[in-house]
Structures are given as structure tokens and as C-alpha cells.
């Protein structure tokens, strides 16, 4: 059973393009979740999304980044008009049911703005 | 809002000492979860042990175990016979049950095993 799939494992932009992030969840399971972790800090919650819905993206900043989690295929983080603050670690985690305890982290994606 | 509090940047111990991890949190939720997660240098989060908050007894996982104060909003990790394996950051994290269960986490610590 494969575990959480993320890709690429690390990207490189320069300022002003855009950065796709990619997570295929746990088979079975349709909560994701996406959380940042800053040089040197702990992760950051930033979005959850079931197929389809965003259910909450309260740590999302308000421009310039965007997730979805389509009917099929892996989700998407995407970050427009990317900016050296974005340099992170992204990681994804999946869960089977929405309070499922055990949230199950990918190897994360480390994004570097040059 | 729930806030995760480590005080501790980094910590070392030697090989087969015995070493705790301090974290505390803040919440005005009654139900909750806590964790530690552990992160090699490979950066994969990996789930070291887990406490419900309605339960009272302590929980342990082969070497690791916390120390669970309700009360005083606490939850130490105590690792026991270090190997240096366990070199990692630490983080512990919140989650309150129900749905939409996001994490907070903690700064993390650094743990390093010596010889």
C-alpha cells in the first residue's frame, strides 16, 4: 500500500513563476491536508481539502496561492508569482475520515526561489 | 486558537541515557489529541506516539513515552535508552478532535544522540 505521494521532491523558480505542488493521497483515503514548514520552524497548517471542497484554508495567504483537490487525480498546491519568502518545505498529509487522528505526512517538497 | 509551546531549541544526551523533551499548549477545548512527531534528516514526519486527552493513563511506545498533565497543559516525551537513530528534530503537535482535525505544531528540538 503506497503511502502519501508527493512531487517533485524539490523545485527550483525564479521570482515571478509559478510553482505547482502535487500530493496523491493514501489510497482509500479523501482529506487532504497542506502545511508549510519555514527554514528553521515547525509546520504550519495551511489548507484542507476533500474531493472537490475546500474546507479550510484559514492558513492560506490571501493572494497568490491556491489549492484544489479535483474528483480525480493528485491535489494541487499552486503558488503564482512566486517570491524568495516562499522558499519552504511543503508537506501534504492525508487522512481516511475528516476526524480521523492519524494524519499520514508525504516526504514533503522543498521549494527553492532563486 | 491553540497555541504549542517548545522551550527547548536543541538537547543532546549520550547513547543509551535517558532524555525528556519538554511541550506545553494552550486550548480552551476539553477534546483534543496530542503528539510528538519525530523528523529525521530526511525530512519525513513520522508519528512517535499520540495521547487522547480524556485518557488519564499516560501513553507509551516501546522506548518513548510522555508525561501527560491535563491540568497544567503538558506533554513531555520521554526517551529512554537513546540510539543514535532518534538524532532528529522533535515536534509536538495539537489536534482538536472532530472534523476538520489540522495540526499546530511546536517550534521543534533538536535532539542529538552522541557516542
Known amino acids: 500500500n503506497a503511502g502519501v505521494m508527493q512531487n517533485p521532491r524539490h523545485l527550483v523558480r525564479r521570482r515571478g513563476q509559478e510553482a505547482r505542488l502535487r500530493c496523491s493521497p493514501m489510497k482509500g483515503h479523501s482529506h487532504v491536508y497542506w502545511y508549510r514548514q519555514l527554514p528553521e520552524e515547525g509546520l504550519k497548517f495551511m489548507v484542507y481539502?476533500?474531493?472537490?471542497?475546500?474546507?479550510?484554508e484559514s492558513g492560506m495567504p490571501k493572494e497568490r496561492f491556491s489549492a484544489e483537490f479535483p474528483k480525480e487525480g493528485p491535489s494541487i498546491l499552486r503558488i503564482q508569482q512566486v517570491v524568495r519568502g516562499d522558499s519552504a518545505a511543503y508537506f501534504c498529509?492525508?487522512?481516511?475520515?475528516?476526524?480521523?487522528?492519524?494524519?499520514?505526512f508525504g516526504p514533503g517538497t522543498r521549494l527553492t526561489v532563486t | 486558537a491553540q497555541t504549542v509551546t517548545q522551550s527547548q531549541p536543541e538537547m543532546s544526551v549520550q547513547e543509551a541515557e535517558t532524555v525528556t523533551l519538554s511541550c506545553t499548549y494552550d486550548t480552551s477545548e476539553s477534546n483534543y489529541y496530542l503528539f510528538w512527531y519525530k523528523q529525521p534528516p530526511s525530512r519525513q514526519m513520522i508519528l512517535v506516539i499520540r495521547q487522547e486527552a480524556y485518557k488519564q493513563q499516560n501513553a507509551t511506545e516501546n522506548r518513548f513515552s510522555v508525561n501527560f498533565q491535563k491540568a497544567a497543559k503538558s506533554f513531555s516525551l520521554k526517551i529512554s535508552d537513546s540510539q543514535l537513530g532518534d538524532t532528529a528534530m522533535y515536534f509536538c503537535?495539537?489536534?482538536?478532535?472532530?472534523?476538520?482535525?489540522?495540526?499546530?505544531f511546536g517550534t521543534g528540538t533538536r535532539l542529538q544522540v552522541t557516542l
Open positions: 503537535a495539537f489536534m482538536h478532535t472532530g472534523t476538520a482535525s489540522k495540526l499546530t
Open positions: 498529509a492525508s487522512s481516511f475520515r475528516p476526524d480521523d487522528y492519524e494524519q499520514y
Open positions: 481539502l476533500q474531493k472537490e471542497n475546500i474546507i479550510d
